[in-house]
Structure formats: structure tokens, C-alpha cells
């Protein structure tokens, strides 16, 4: 399952993916499993690097409230 990969898994997955489909290759039937699979994957990395950053967003707000707590 997609949702268990890490960030780094998943882009190296999707990169295999799109090497894949960029072979022109694959039957029909294979490619559109594998872009439907890519789609997950970017969707999935989308959302894990909104999550890292947000959480950068809360801890560069607290830097500079701390800092300007201390003036």
C-alpha cells in the first residue's frame, strides 16, 4: 500500500514508474495501472511534504516569537 511508504520511497517509486511509462513499451491495460499508481504516489508525496511543512511553519513561528520575547 502506498500510504505506508515513506517520502523517499514513494518519489523513488514514482521515478521508476515514470521511467516505465516513458518506455512506451507497456499494453495499454499496464500503463494505465502504473499512471494510475504515479498519481497516488504524487498525491501521497503532495501531502507528506504539506505535513513537514506545516510543521516548519510552527516551529519558525515559535523561533521568532521567541526571540522577540526576549527583547
Known amino acids: 500500500m502506498t500510504s505506508d511508504l515513506s517520502y523517499e520511497q514513494a518519489v523513488t517509486r514514482l521515478k521508476e514508474v515514470v521511467e516505465k511509462l516513458e518506455q512506451g513499451s507497456l499494453d495499454l491495460d499496464e ?3 502504473l499512471f494510475e499508481e504515479g ?11 504539506r505535513v513537514v511543512e506545516a510543521r516548519v511553519q510552527v516551529l519558525v513561528e515559535k523561533s521568532a516569537g ?3 520575547d526576549a527583547s
Open 31 to 33: 500503463s494505465l495501472r
Open 39 to 49: 498519481v497516488s504516489l504524487s498525491r501521497l508525496c503532495d501531502e507528506k511534504l
Open 66 to 68: 521567541g526571540k522577540e
